[in-house]
């Protein structure tokens, strides 16, 4: 097996607000190794973005408190000097964030947001060599290195979104945490810019760690796959065990809520009703329990852990 790359170990994020406090994530562990693809799956308000920009320390909202540790080849980057973290986000992680027009400075042309990265990280790199470098890696992704001149707003959706991966790989990382990566692309986009990344991990021996909502995106691109659901990881494992053997109930949900482009064929399963609780005062016992169709007394008052049902396979649900 893979060197593990990154631990996760406890990680608990907590936010103050007015009428209390967000458990954003709560008690979350897994391992990432070395060249795999780990996707983080579940609905809006899991926790999954707020996951992400832990890995990478940007998290910026006051009096949070984040309790654990983010071990990257052993070394804590929760306890790290702003000189060490500065050097990870240049030399080892990157992010590609969710929407590229936010992340992108409108008033800044495309080779202005390449050659910031590569002053931050890179300060002897001449503005030559990076405007060459920034040009090689457009090609790569499909984008013509004249676009280096264009401003944001004069791309589509898709040219942007491949901007901003290209922006993440300009400085050679070795991990990349991709948050909903192709959110902003249509259905034909989408495609392409999955099949590069498949293909960039490949070439430059990547691993990503890749947040998504959807599931048949998660099952082209991901080796394994772990599910969130309000804060924690309820189930984990191999794409074939999470796709073919799911165990935990909100994990069925969400399969049976993909649509089937067969009008003959009717859903027989049991489905989860309603909306996710809120983070501020979540239920007791298992979290999923006001919406699991298979609910019991003793899911309303204890809180499984996250067990192996398995070899590779952990669920965190009483259910045989």
């Avoid at 540790?69 to 990870?88: A, C, S, T, V």
């Amino acid at each position: 097996m893979a060197d593990a790359i990154l631990e996760v170990k406890e990680l608990s994020i907590d936010y103050p607000i007015a009428i209390g406090t967000v458990r954003a994530v709560r008690g979350v562990s897994f391992m990432l190794y070395e060249g795999e693809v780990l996707g983080l799956v579940g609905e809006s308000g899991c926790g999954k973005s707020t996951l992400g920009l832990s890995i990478l320390r940007l998290l910026r909202a006051p009096g949070r408190v984040v309790q654990g540790e983010l071990l990257f080849r052993g070394r804590d980057i929760l306890q790290m000097k702003n000189g060490e973290l500065r050097r990870l986000r240049g030399a080892n992680i990157a992010m590609v964030f969710q929407n590229p027009l936010t992340s992108l400075d409108p008033l800044e042309r495309i080779r202005d947001h390449f050659l910031e990265a590569l002053a931050v990280h890179e300060p002897s790199l001449s503005k030559q060599e990076g405007l060459r470098r920034a040009g090689d890696i457009l090609e790569r992704l499909g984008i013509e290195r004249t676009r280096l001149d264009e401003y944001p707003h004069q791309l589509s959706g898709g040219q942007t979104q491949r901007v901003v991966l290209a922006r993440a790989l300009i400085t050679n990382p070795e991990f990349l945490v991709a948050d909903e990566p192709i959110a902003m692309a249509d259905v034909s986009v989408r495609a392409m810019i999955l099949e590069l990344m498949r293909k960039l991990k490949d070439e430059l021996n990547l691993t990503y760690l890749f947040i998504t909502h959807d599931l048949a995106t998660a099952k082209y691109l991901c080796d394994r796959v772990a599910i969130m659901y309000l804060g924690r990881i309820v189930e984990i494992g191999s794409r074939d065990q999470l796709f073919r053997r799911p165990h935990h109930p909100y994990t069925k949900a969400l399969l049976q809520a993909v649509p089937v482009p067969d009008p003959s064929k009717r859903r027989t399963e049991p489905v989860a009703k309603g909306e996710i609780p809120s983070a501020v005062k979540p239920p007791s016992g298992c979290h999923f329990h006001p919406r699991c169709p298979y609910a019991t007394g003793k899911c309303r008052q204890d809180r499984p852990p996250l067990a192996e049902i398995e070899a590779g396979h952990l669920s965190a649900c009483i259910l045989d």
